[in-house]
């Protein structure tokens, strides 16, 4: 006989459950999200060295992800970090290659194409929007941004204040609203590509597109200043 104090326990426990996954799932994103911060240390190297060292660094560490993957795929047992590959490695990154080997790509790749500010600034932000948007989401979500999408309202509100906040960081001395303009783009930008299901790895354009952006913002800025001062002068 089902009574009520037996539904009001299974209900119970269930909640319990539930916040209980939620709480282990939170814990793996944020230790996931910490590990792709480490590829802020190209942004250190490059910040106190030049172009041609940080690229050389870049590719050391990119060579050693891919090493360490490829064991980590093909050799399992013998992978000397495992119980932090399943902390920071999602399901579908068993069998293949880990996110740490497209931010890298993605980073090597910016560094390579703009100038220092555009390519700090741009590697910076992808990393912390997006590690953002998927913390926040787990955190604070209750808004689906569709009913097919795990992506929530809430993340992509993080995503965009953490992204707008940096982009004013570095570029708060260009002058007149310039500022605001780079930022409320980049911004945009974060919350798009993580929004948007594409055929290829976030990791790994998000950094692109956004140095992209802003070189075309400040592009911008500057056929505007020549076409004021023909005007006004």
């Known amino acids: 006989m089902i009574t009520p104090q037996f539904t009001y326990n299974i209900i119970y426990n269930q909640g ?3 916040k209980e996954k939620t709480k282990i799932k939170f814990r793996r994103e944020v230790s ?16 106190f060295s030049n172009k041609p060292t940080t690229l050389l660094w870049c590719s050391i560490f990119l060579l050693g992800f891919v090493v360490s993957d490829i064991i980590r795929v093909k050799a399992y047992y013998l992978f000397p970090l495992r119980k932090m590959a399943d902390t920071v490695t999602r ?7 880990g996110a740490a080997v497209y931010f890298t790509i993605g980073a090597l790749t910016t560094v390579f194409l703009f100038e220092k500010i555009i390519a700090i600034a741009a590697v910076t932000i992808a990393a912390a929007g997006d ?11 209750r808004h689906k ?12 509100i993080g995503a965009f204040l953490t992204s707008l906040g940096l982009s004013i960081f570095f570029f708060f001395e260009t002058p007149l609203f310039w500022p605001i303009i780079i930022s ?8 798009s590509v993580d929004l948007v299901e594409l055929p290829i790895d976030d990791n790994l354009i998000l950094s692109i597109i956004l140095g992209f952006a802003i070189t075309y913002v400040h ?15």
Not at 91 to 96: A, G, N, Y
Not at 146 to 155: I, L, M, N, P, R
């Open 184 to 191: 409320i783009v980049a911004a945009s930008v974060v919350v």
């Open 219 to 233: 592009l911008a800025r500057f056929y505007m200043s020549d076409i004021l001062s023909i005007i006004f002068f």
């Open 131 to 141: 590690g953002m948007a998927a913390v926040t989401g787990i955190a604070l979500g």
């Open 16 to 18: 319990n459950y539930l």
């Open 145 to 156: 941004i569709s009913k097919d999408s795990q992506k929530t309202v809430e993340g992509a």
């Open 32 to 47: 996931r999200k910490l590990f792709h911060l480490t590829i802020l240390v190209v942004v250190i190297l490059y910040y």
């Open 91 to 97: 399901p579908f990154e068993k069998r293949t290659l």
